[in-house]
């Protein structure tokens, strides 16, 4: 990332991320196509209802392994290589952790998260049992998403690819096995993704583990915590943990918004998840490039390259979206008779695709901007912009103005509105530019000390 074509680099790095995106993603749309085709809508609707509280629970340990990742991009940039060595092993050993702490949170406390998000009574027993069946898997998961933040750090994103390709295949034929051939219902999906899941966090340790002469070649009997390097991975990590749990109950609000319009709202929802994920997914994909090209670049001191870098996957990520947005927005009911058949779902979910898909551009910038800057080390301002101007204003919105306006559009126009707001703050402040200066002293202080 340090050289070459910028452009270039970006999307070499980019494609397999989207690539591996779009096969995890697999997972749980495989999920919702195979139990809404075998099983019915409110099957399709208690695997919904699970999707927001899924990403709750993930979301605040996935934030703190991109942190780590930070770490490892910037010590890999800086040619630090001990450094790296430390991080690796002090993540492994912090994954093995977290991964058990979000098995029990996500076994025990999910009765009461869903009975809160206001689940339709016809899908609570389902959704429980789904749920929790899913978060057996959760140590599979950690250990994954651990491994996938090392290997992007120093540049390697193909290998992640092919790890989940190979754990789609399971999962996609697991769930015809367990949920089409031995009416298992929606256990049967739950099982299906967890088996999947430790197809996949087993490819990535055991690449990790086979990596012998790297500074990222991880040592079994090496695995412990080292103190200064958690604390780095923590100061980059609690912040970003912090903004995506706060993002995730935002969107629990929603989902609880949507729950309160009956089963074909909440069905028309997940389906609409599934599908809007192609923008998702491509967004997060250069997020996640911008933010790795930043660490390295920033640790080698090449702070115009990271500049300029940043601006090129800006200008990508808009070309890239604008597709998007006009591909989807004419096949709304084709996308959305794939998933379901049933008439009433199909004309609700084509209503929300033809609100949302034209208002994508105005997320773009809150991305890109967030993730080169956390690249370079800061987390504070990305983070308090993107929970006041998307978090907490949504809620309050909805807390607002829906009691008026009891209607799906009010719900939906919480996406624009934020978005824009928290795009223009993010604007102004990196333009200003001063945040460049605070990390350039902030990695001198640290390198003299």
């Known amino acids: 990332m340090t050289t070459g074509s910028i452009w270039k680099r970006m999307v070499s790095f980019a494609v397999p991320v989207f690539l591996g995106n779009l096969c995890q993603q697999l997972y749980n749309t495989v999920d919702s196509v195979i139990v809404g085709k075998f099983v019915g809508k409110q099957a399709l609707a208690a695997v919904a209802s699970s999707g927001n509280l899924i990403f709750m629970m993930t979301g605040f340990f996935m934030g703190l392994f991109i942190g780590a990742g930070i770490v490892i991009a910037q010590y890999f940039g800086a040619k630090n290589y001990e450094k790296v060595r430390a991080a690796v092993h002090t993540d492994f050993a912090f994954a093995l952790c977290c991964g058990v702490l979000l ?5 025990f406390f ?3 998260i869903l009975t809160w998000m206001r689940t339709p009574a016809d899908v609570l027993d389902t959704s429980i049992l789904y749920f929790r069946l899913y978060f057996l898997g959760s140590l599979a998961t950690i250990l994954y998403n651990a491994g996938m933040g090392i290997l992007q750090a120093v540049g390697d994103s193909r290998s992640p690819l092919y790890y989940l390709v190979i754990s789609s295949v399971v999962n996609v034929a697991l769930d ?3 949920v089409g051939a031995m009416d298992m219902g929606v256990a049967g999906a739950a099982v299906a993704t967890v088996i999947s899941q430790v197809v996949s966090a087993v490819l990535t340790v055991r690449c990790i583990h086979g990596s012998q002469g ?13 103190r200064s390097v958690l604390l780095a991975i923590c100061r980059i990590g609690l912040p970003g943990a912090a903004q995506s749990a706060l993002y995730s109950i935002s969107n629990m609000t929603i989902q609880s918004a949507i729950n309160g319009f009956g089963t074909v709202a909440v069905a028309a929802w997940s389906v609409y998840g599934k599908i809007d994920f192609l923008f998702w997914m491509t967004v997060s994909s250069f997020g996640i490039a911008v933010t790795t090209f930043a660490g390295q670049n920033f640790g080698a001191r090449q702070y115009d390259r990271v500049r300029r870098g940043t601006m090129t996957c800006l200008a990508m990520t808009a070309g890239t979206t604008l597709c998007i947005s006009l591909a989807l927005y004419p096949l709304a009911q084709l996308l959305f008779r794939l998933f379901s058949s049933d008439d009433a779902v199909v004309a609700q979910g084509v209503q929300m695709m033809h609100y949302l898909v034209p208002v994508y551009m105005t997320y773009i910038c809150i991305e890109i901007f967030s993730g080169a800057l956390r690249g370079c080390g800061d987390v504070r301002v990305p983070t308090i912009i993107t929970v006041f101007a998307v978090c907490i204003m949504r809620i309050v919105w909805l807390a607002v103005a829906l009691p008026f306006k009891h209607e799906l559009s009010v719900v939906e126009f919480s996406y624009p509105l934020t978005w824009i707001t928290a795009t223009v703050l993010f604007a102004i402040y990196y333009a200003k530019g001063g945040w460049m200066q605070r990390c350039i002293a902030a990695q001198n202080a640290k390198t003299q000390g």
């Not at 098995?103 to 076994?107: D, E, M, S």
Request: glycine share 4%; net charge positive.
């Open 103 to 107: 098995t029990l949170l996500g076994v």
């Open 110 to 112: 999910t009765p009461t």
């Open 176 to 178: 015809l096995l367990f």
């Open 214 to 226: 790297m500074p990222w070649h991880l040592q079994l009997k090496n695995i412990r915590i080292e």
